[in-house]
């Protein structure tokens, strides 16, 4: 178990902001594109766009059990098209922001739920914009830290870039 407290205000506000953050930087690798990027794949027997995607929204599916239910149980949706896709995974980010934001109790230790589910579907995002790029479909990019991330804006319309901070 680790030290993170689950009823401290601080700790719901830290997730509800990382959730931001993946609002963000995902919102950024997905907008624009089509299913031709969806189906990209960078080498034989990797992972396409869509079914990374398909595959971090079942990890909020998870976080959201975990955290409303305290119910460690994994489900493996079968991937929808693009479009559908991207819908569920900013759906399933809201419905957990939602959750954290009630006021609920936590009911699994919240370092956990950041350090797995949380955590991995960052890691996806880097993957997702590293295959865009790949994919022939550029994105800029930008000092990260900077950026208009805001506790419960989860969407994926997100805020453009602060020019001065684009490169």
């Known amino acids: 178990m680790s ?10 506000a830290f997730l509800r902001h990382v959730l ?4 963000y930087r995902a919102g950024k690798t997905v ?14 027997g990797g992972k396409s766009p869509r079914a990374i995607l398909a595959h ?3 990890l909020l599916d998870w976080c ?27 759906a399933a980010l809201g419905s957990l922001d939602a ?6 109790p936590i009911r699994w230790d919240p370092g956990r739920v ?13 993957q997702l914009a590293m295959l865009r790029r790949l994919s022939g479909h550029p994105m800029t ?13 989860v969407g994926l319309e997100q805020p453009a870039p602060d020019p001065r901070y684009v490169f």
């Open 20 to 23: 931001a953050t993946l609002a």
């Open 31 to 44: 907008r624009g594109t089509d299913a031709s990027f969806s189906e990209f794949m960078a080498a034989a």
């Open 114 to 126: 950041f350090q797995g589910g949380l955590a991995d579907a960052l890691t996806h995002t880097g």
């Open 99 to 104: 959750q954290l934001a009630s006021g609920a």
């Open 56 to 58: 971090m929204g079942d």
């Open 64 to 90: 959201l059990r975990l955290v409303r239910d305290g119910e460690p149980r994994w489900t493996t949706a079968t991937p929808q098209p693009w479009p559908r896709e991207i819908e569920r995974f900013f």
């Open 141 to 153: 990019g930008e000092n990260y830290m900077r950026a208009d991330v805001v506790e419960g804006r």
């Open 3 to 12: 030290a993170i407290p689950p009823d401290d205000p601080a700790t719901r």
